[in-house]
């Protein structure tokens, strides 16, 4: 059973900057795509940016690129999402995600990952 566990949201004022983390343990990390999405007040959940299982290869939602980093140590299991030059529309939650399958491909599809954090809120203001 794998367990993910988002840390590092908080209040922000706008054009400031969080990382968040995401401990993974339970399963061979280094073999898994990892992915975050997130879930704004009274919208659907959104994809934002997904890794590779060695880090090589990334790819962003058209919204947050530019402007945020994923990636990973899988040396402490741990993927990261640096958001700088933060909105307020990037207010959400915030979670980390796993797909059911080791691939060296990515994933930016929902549907394709199976196990989630908890999540972990971040708000900025205007």
């Known amino acids: 059973q794998v367990q993910l566990v988002e840390s590092g949201g908080g209040l922000v004022q706008a054009g400031g900057s969080l990382r968040l983390s995401c401990a993974a343990s339970?399963?061979?990390?280094?073999?898994?795509?990892m992915g975050w999405f997130r879930q704004a007040p009274g919208k659907e959940r959104e994809f934002v940016a997904t890794?590779?299982?060695?880090?090589?290869?990334?790819y962003y939602a058209d919204s947050v690129k530019g402007r945020f980093t994923i990636s990973r140590d899988n040396a402490k299991t741990t993927v990261y999402l640096q958001m700088n030059s933060l909105k307020p529309e990037d207010t959400a939650v915030y979670y980390c995600?796993?797909?059911?399958?080791?691939?060296?491909?990515?994933?930016?599809?929902?549907?394709?990952?199976?196990?989630w954090g908890q999540g972990t809120q971040v708000t900025v203001s205007s």
């Open positions: 339970g399963r061979t990390f280094s073999r898994y795509a």
């Open positions: 995600a796993l797909p059911e399958f080791p691939s060296p491909t990515i994933y930016i599809n929902e549907y394709e990952y199976v196990s």
């Open positions: 890794i590779n299982w060695n880090g090589g290869s990334t």
